[in-house]
């Protein structure tokens, strides 16, 4: 076990032994194989330095409460890779290689996997890059595929807790129909005009769709989610507290062509709809959040963040959601939390077990 204070990780790079890679050439992908060596001997023509050609994704192991080691759910992240590749018009890596390089990845940075109870967890950074010299635009024909290793603690700082969001309308993330479905680089490089003032003052960026600047589209790295009650929303904050009958709970998240499908929010809907809550997913306007008793962000390294405000500067409006995360959001936060540290019967066959 490495002399790492698990529990004071955030969302940084620590550097692990061994990473894993695979090469595609010639029509065939190499068998993946783990090195030390962290870094690549690429041409300075690849068409991932010229034209942008990549994808990653991101996805976490876990160290259970028994001890046993939980993958959670990667072949949907091996698949949303495959759509990132088609999207971007790079050749697919295979799920089996996928799961292949995740396994290795693991097995040699064991000493990296965060013990339990530290709430820090392994994360894997697959990345898909082209690499064929290229000067006229255009795909290329060579791709290497790679999986970084990292422990991680929380996205936002703090265990779980309330973050406050900005709306930006002279920054959009994605267009409709554009690239932001698929997990590539460019979409977040796009956004750093708009996220990286919110950070420097603490805050994260809400996007808004791109053709009307009126329809909630995600975070910049996490989806949105809203909880709604018919009622207003400070007797929905009271009655919701009890949670007794969550019949009366909708989940709300946004039907948009520019965001990206997350594997969180489609677990969690999953454990709304289990939990008795109507989830709809539909255009949902900014105005909304007036009806909403609480809302998060949602992705795998953020896992839930709730929020406890939206700032629109330009209409000089602020919605209030709540200083401490709401009662749903928290019950929705620990049951996925409970799966994957294996507190709780994995119904749905999430996670891969593996004894080490
Ligand atoms: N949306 C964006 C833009 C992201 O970067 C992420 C993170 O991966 C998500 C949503 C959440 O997706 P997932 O839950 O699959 O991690
Ligand atoms: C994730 O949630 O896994 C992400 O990859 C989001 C972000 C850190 C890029």
């Not at 290689?97 to 940075?109: T, V, W």
């Amino acid at each position: 076990m490495k002399e790492i204070d698990w529990s004071k990780l955030g969302f940084h790079y620590t550097e692990p032994d061994f990473i894993v890679r695979s090469a595609y050439h010639d029509g065939a992908w190499e068998e993946p194989y783990a090195t030390k060596d962290k870094y690549l001997h690429l041409h300075v023509s690849a068409t991932c330095l010229q034209y942008g050609q990549e994808a990653f994704e991101g996805l976490k192991a876990f160290r259970g409460v028994d001890g046993k080691i939980r993958i959670f759910r990667w072949r949907e992240n091996a698949k949303r890779m495959a759509r990132s590749a088609e999207g971007l018009y790079m050749q697919p890596v295979p799920e089996e290689l996928f799961g292949k390089a995740i396994r290795l990845a693991l097995e040699k940075n064991m000493d990296f996997l965060p013990p339990y109870g530290t709430d820090a967890t392994l994360y894997f950074r697959p990345l898909l890059i082209g690499t064929t010299p290229r000067l006229g635009v255009g795909p290329g024909r060579d791709f290497e595929f790679i999986v970084i290793p990292s422990p991680i603690g929380p996205y936002y700082p703090g265990k779980f807790h309330c973050t406050t969001f900005v709306v930006n309308r002279h920054v959009d993330r994605a267009a409709p129909y554009g690239t932001g479905t698929f997990k590539v680089g460019g979409n977040y490089a796009s956004s750093f005009r708009a996220t990286e003032p919110a950070h420097a003052q603490g805050m994260d960026c809400l996007f808004l769709d791109a053709k009307y600047h009126r329809y909630i589209d995600e975070c910049s790295a996490a989806n949105f989610i809203g909880i709604k009650k018919s009622t207003n929303r400070y007797a929905d904050r009271a009655q919701t507290a009890t949670l007794t009958d969550l019949s009366t709970i909708e989940y709300l998240t946004p039907r948009s062509s520019a965001i990206l499908p997350s594997i969180t929010n489609d677990s969690l809907m999953t454990l709304a709809k289990d939990m008795g809550m109507k989830v709809t997913r539909r255009h949902i306007r900014l105005e909304e959040l007036e009806e909403m008793s609480e809302a998060a962000a949602c992705g795998t390294a953020c896992v839930i963040s709730p929020m406890s405000k939206v700032i629109d500067p330009e209409n000089n409006k602020i919605y209030h959601l709540g200083d401490e995360p709401g009662p749903v959001l928290t019950k929705l936060y620990h049951a996925l939390r409970d799966i994957q540290f294996g507190r709780a019967e994995d119904k749905h066959g999430w996670c891969d077990v593996i004894d080490d």
